[in-house]
């Protein structure tokens, strides 16, 4: 058996400069992320991020190798809900790592 992801839908927002009042404006765009892993955090994950971030991780997210988006502090939706990636994605060598997966993040409930 073939371990497999789900399609995450990633909604990237772009910086489009300042506003009138010096505020940055942001355009979101929608992308599908194919073949990502998702796992729901572990109580490890879960104390580590919050003495870190103050954050609770639920979910901690496997990203496919090859993959360009910017995840930090960007919503993503799966499970019919919403959550937003904060701190740092975690990225080891692509060639040293056996499966298709060489980077990972957290992520909370957002919304």
């Keep these: ?4 992801g789900i399609t995450v839908k990633l909604y990237n927002q772009i910086p489009q400069g ?7 404006t942001y355009q979101e765009t929608e992308v599908d992320v194919e073949n990502v892993l998702v796992s729901p955090a572990s ?4 104390i580590s991020s919050l003495n870190l971030y103050g954050k609770k ?15 930090e502090d960007q919503i993503v939706e799966f499970f019919g ?4 990636v904060y701190g740092f994605v975690v990225q ?4 040293n790592i ?5 980077a ?3 992520c909370e409930v957002y919304g």
């Design 1 to 4: 058996m073939k371990i497999k």
């Design 18 to 24: 300042p506003d009138s009042f010096g505020n940055e």
């Design 43 to 46: 109580s490890d994950d879960v």
């Design 57 to 71: 991780a639920v979910y901690t997210l496997a990203i496919p190798k090859g993959n360009t988006n910017i995840w």
């Design 81 to 84: 809900q919403k959550y937003r």
């Design 92 to 95: 080891g060598i692509e060639d």
């Design 98 to 102: 056996p499966l298709e997966w060489n």
């Design 104 to 106: 990972k993040a957290w």
